[in-house]
């Protein structure tokens, strides 16, 4: 990859060096490749005015061709030669992951050199960041795979307090080795210039009472533990301008038993501070209370798992701003009542997707609804897309297609991938027969649909 983006701007051959590097990946060959690259140097018809073109290149131009790469491809041009020795060091992305590509064939390498390749990346992390020179970090990302030996004198804690020191806006920290639980520094909770942080893993979250995340806009949080429940609820209380929230439980014995947005343990939620949300993904049996309501009537994205404990909410909530909505059927409930709530309570809606390739047998769940005397606003004048996915072409079903089809004014495209039986084509014709009062709308069938695959242009 790096040779392609270096011809872009000129040619320099590189493959051997960076493929022996990769599959390798211990000091003593770096030795073995200056040799092999020393030598096709000297054939100066193959390779010297190539590099002369490469090394003419302005810094900052050699600097953004390195921050399109992964790192390791970034390092692999200090052998080059003089010129590029310190190029990497000004690169503004780090990402440094054990297990990705060519590492991933560890039973070659295992084969070869035991853990030394393990060893050897602990050591290329440590090394790698103390000569980094970046005045500012946009991303730091690790990961560390349960092959990592956990006998190495690893302080994976100076390694965040090196990128806060940078000014760092993204982190991405995936721990999955065999050792404890680890304590991250007190300073990233108060990192100024954090806008994402992402955890995951072997990572035990202790947030001190003075934490200030002020432009934080993603969390995700992913099978850590939490020193206490004070913690959780002190960094969710740390970051004013959170857009994004994602937690992910592996089990319950994370020392917390409310989670905010989400609780897949299926005790409570809640909202201790945020009250706007821009994008929401509900799973889980979650009883709301009124801050949590009044938090969900402002998205404007949301994609909803419908069962039981959630399908009341349809009734009880103006999600006045809501613009995008993707239904998932999980439970067998009659769900066409609520749904009718959802579109009358959603005044702006343009976006509605149905989701029932979840339910196994859908097609013996009873299903009830009953016209209102008043059109949903949405439908008579904002939605635009209306997608179905696993359409089974029931009665029922058919009637609420029908009606959504008759009241959509500005209906533009309205997509259904259908359920596998003998009856697609039937089904197909009877769509294709139903009145659409919007005659610019467009119908299309397919296999399975992706919800927002594509960025649709939603304004009028």
């Known amino acids: 990859m790096i040779e392609q983006l270096l011809l872009l701007v000129g ?39 190539e590099e002369d073109k490469i090394s003419a290149l302005p810094d900052d131009l050699l600097v953004k061709i390195l921050s399109l790469v992964p790192t390791k491809y970034a390092v692999a041009t200090i052998i080059l030669s003089k010129r590029w020795r310190y190029i990497w060091t000004m690169v503004p992305k780090l990402d440094y992951n054990m297990n990705d590509g060519i590492h991933n064939k560890v039973g070659f390498l295992d084969f070869l050199f035991g853990n030394s390749y393990q060893r050897w990346f602990l050591r290329f992390i440590n090394e790698s960041l103390r000569v980094h020179k970046a005045p500012v970090l946009e991303k730091l990302g690790i990961e560390l795979g349960p092959r990592c030996p956990v006998d190495v004198n690893v302080d994976v804690g100076k390694w965040i307090e090196k990128a806060v020191d940078k000014r760092v806006r993204e982190i991405e920290f995936i721990l999955r080795w065999s050792a404890e639980y680890t304590i991250l520094p007190k300073s990233l909770y108060t990192c100024v210039s954090l806008v994402s942080l992402s955890l995951s893993g072997k990572i035990l979250v202790d947030v001190p009472s ?81 801050k949590f309501k009044t938090c969900l009537s402002s998205v404007i994205n949301l994609e909803l798992v419908l069962n039981f404990a959630t399908f009341t909410w349809f009734n009880t909530i103006n999600f006045s701003q809501l613009l995008e909505c993707k239904i998932r059927l999980a439970d067998s409930l009659d769900w066409l009542e609520p749904l009718l709530f959802l579109l009358q309570n959603s005044p702006n809606l343009k976006i509605l997707s149905i989701d029932q390739t979840f339910i196994r047998y859908a097609e013996e769940l009873p299903l009830s609804w009953s016209l209102r005397s008043s059109v949903p606003e949405c439908l008579s004048t904002h939605l635009k897309i209306f997608e179905w996915n696993d359409y089974g072409g029931r009665y029922k079903e058919k009637e609420l297609v029908r009606y959504i089809f008759a009241k959509s004014n500005c209906l533009k495209r309205a997509g259904f991938s259908l359920k596998p039986t003998g009856r697609k084509k039937k089904m197909m014709e009877e769509l294709e027969t139903m009145y659409r009062i919007s005659t610019s709308s467009q119908l299309l069938f397919s296999t399975a649909l992706e919800y927002l695959s594509v960025q649709y242009e939603t304004s009028d």
């Open 210 to 290: 003075l934490a200030c995340l002020p432009f934080l806009e993603d969390l995700e949080l992913h099978s850590v533990v939490y020193k206490d429940e004070d913690s959780f609820a002190r960094l969710l209380s740390s970051c004013p301008k959170l857009k994004i929230l994602s937690v992910a439980r592996h089990d319950h014995q994370d020392n917390v038993k409310e989670i905010t947005i989400a609780d897949y343990s299926g005790d409570s939620c809640f909202i201790e501070n945020e009250t706007h949300l821009d994008k929401a993904f509900i799973s889980g049996s979650c009883y709301p209370d009124n």
């Open 11 to 49: 040619s320099i051959h590189v493959e051997d060096v960076i493929l022996i590097l990769l599959e390798q990946g211990i000091p003593l060959l770096l030795k073995q490749v200056s040799r092999r690259y020393s030598s096709k140097k000297r054939q100066t018809k193959r390779i010297g005015v």
